[in-house]
């Protein structure tokens, strides 16, 4: 059973404070890696993707990603209200054509 | 461009009863995944089409959940009969390519009282 776990939050940061999000994955084969934001009640929007370990920056979001150690995280640089959201972290593995998502956290950025 | 659509936005019905859910995917694009969730739970897989053909459906839960999408366009999800477990929030998602870098709508709430 893939299982990919989220720290449900919320996570609260001021405006301006670079917000932290972490995820697991039990599937060492996983390949793929995303993070979705979705505002309440509307749809998940694809942010970010990762293949290879190490960082990944666009904009103000940076991916991180650890196969060793099985983590992967979404940074958020100088946070923005209206980043509040949120975010799932999913994983694809090799040979499957779905994606395992986590619960997603709650980010919450405070003016 | 229209993004995917999903009709309708919440449905209310009563244990027994079927429900049939549409998904217009982003034109052009072949494959259309449904995925569900469940309150308190994580966003699961239910099935992949590839154009008009089932590339993927492990993810069905059962026999009372079928799936279509005639000519590789929109696609329909029948839930007959539904059941109280049924309720949650369906979403259809759209790629081109990438199994990941999916384009999804906005869901179809439905509540089985």
């Known amino acids: 059973q893939k299982e990919v776990e989220q720290n449900s939050g919320p996570l609260s940061v001021p405006e301006g404070a670079i917000a932290s999000l972490n995820c697991t994955y039990s599937?060492?084969?996983?390949?793929?890696f995303f993070w979705y934001r979705q505002y309440s009640g509307k749809s998940p929007e694809l942010i970010m993707f990762i293949y290879s370990n190490g960082d990944k920056e666009d904009g103000r979001f940076t991916a991180q990603l650890n196969k060793a150690s099985q983590y992967v995280s979404l940074l958020i640089r100088d946070s923005q209200p209206s980043d509040s959201a949120t975010y799932l972290c999913?994983?694809?593995?090799?040979?499957?054509?779905?994606?395992?998502f986590g619960k997603g956290t709650m980010l919450l950025v405070s003016p | 461009e229209a993004g995917v659509t999903q009709f309708p936005s919440h449905s209310v019905i009563e244990k027994g009863q079927t429900v049939t859910l549409r998904c217009d995917p982003i034109?052009?694009?072949?494959?259309l995944y449904w995925y569900r969730r469940v309150m308190g739970k994580e966003i699961k897989f239910l099935l992949h089409?590839?154009?008009?053909?089932?590339?993927?459906e492990s993810g069905m839960p059962n026999n009372r959940f079928l799936a279509e999408r005639t000519g590789g366009t929109y696609s329909t999800l029948k839930v007959q009969p539904a059941e109280l477990e049924d309720s949650g929030v369906y979403f259809c998602?759209?790629?081109?390519?990438?199994?990941?870098?999916?384009?999804f709508g906005e869901g179809s709430r439905l509540t089985v009282l």
């Open positions: 034109s052009g694009h072949d494959n």
């Open positions: 999913a994983v694809n593995s090799p040979g499957y054509s779905t994606l395992t």
């Open positions: 089409f590839v154009k008009e053909s089932k590339q993927d």
């Open positions: 998602a759209s790629s081109h390519l990438s199994v990941g870098e999916l384009f």
């Open positions: 599937d060492r084969g996983s390949q793929s």
